[in-house]
T-cell receptor
Framework: KNEVEQSPQNLTAQEGEFITINCSYSVGISALHWLQQHPGGGIVSLFMLSSGKKKHGRLIATINIQEKHSSLHITASHPRDSAVYICAVIARDGGATNKLIFGTGTLLAVQP | EPEVTQTPSHQVTQMGQEVILRCVPISNHLYFYWYRQILGQKVEFLVSFYNNEISEKSEIFDDQFSVERPDGSNFTLKIRSTKLEDSAMYFC????????????FGPGTRLLVL
């Protein structure tokens, strides 16, 4: 069983649409990360959350610790947002190393 | 902006050969990681390194794997005798201490074992 689950696995949207990607996790966490992976493979950190909500440009990330759930929202989506979006957590009892436990990712395609 | 770099970007090797993947973490970072991603699968943790020693390793990180920081800047992953199933993208990451710190990823090395 995956400790981090994402939905949907694939998402196709029209330019300008509001997009939501969901992440559920089964372990107690210290922090949750949203990451972006482009077709070339590189991984970029978008947000680190331990509570509440964060906003950066058109991206908004929220987390509900009690429900073990996080969402990533993209407002006014654009074709350049097309990428794989990955949720990853740091388990609270995962030791001092802060290793990331990754979800399987959501492949987003935004069509013009 | 500081970044993590990795070399080579691509490597093709024959099964049984040794490979060394190199990473230069961000200079003031103290924790270093190797992750791998088999094509079409999720990213998996391999090993973490702190204070010149392994702090944690996964089940994947068996005796064929080793890491070292030979000169205070480079961070290397060695696979002694590669197998077909070692074909993957290998990512290096580094971070400052603390759970609330961003992990910065390198661009990855795509390893293909034939």
């Amino acid at each position: 069983k995956n400790e981090v689950e994402q939905s949907p696995q694939n998402l196709t949207a029209q330019e300008g649409e509001f997009i939501t990607i969901n992440c559920s996790y089964s372990v107690g966490i210290s922090a949750l990360h949203w990451l972006q992976q482009h077709p070339g493979g590189g991984i970029v950190s978008l947000f680190m959350l331990s509570s509440g909500k964060k906003k950066h440009g058109r991206l908004i990330a929220t987390i509900n610790i009690q429900e073990k759930h996080s969402s990533l929202h993209i407002t006014a989506s654009h074709p350049r947002d097309s990428a794989v979006y990955i949720c990853a957590v740091i388990a609270r009892d995962g030791g001092a190393t802060n290793k990331l436990i990754f979800g399987t990712g959501t492949l987003l395609a935004v069509q013009p | 902006e500081p970044e993590v770099t990795q070399t080579p970007s691509h490597q093709v090797t024959q099964m049984g050969q040794e490979v060394i993947l190199r990473c230069v973490p961000i200079s003031n970072h103290l924790y270093f990681y190797w992750y791998r991603q088999i094509l079409g699968q999720k990213v998996e943790f391999l090993v973490s390194f702190y204070n010149n020693e392994i702090s944690e390793k996964s089940e994947i990180f068996d005796d064929q794997f080793s890491v070292e920081r030979p000169d205070g800047s480079n961070f290397t992953l060695k696979i002694r005798s590669t197998k077909l199933e070692d074909s993957a993208m290998y990512f290096c990451a580094s971070t400052l201490p603390g759970t609330r710190e961003t992990q910065y990823f390198g661009p990855g090395t795509r390893l293909l074992v034939l």
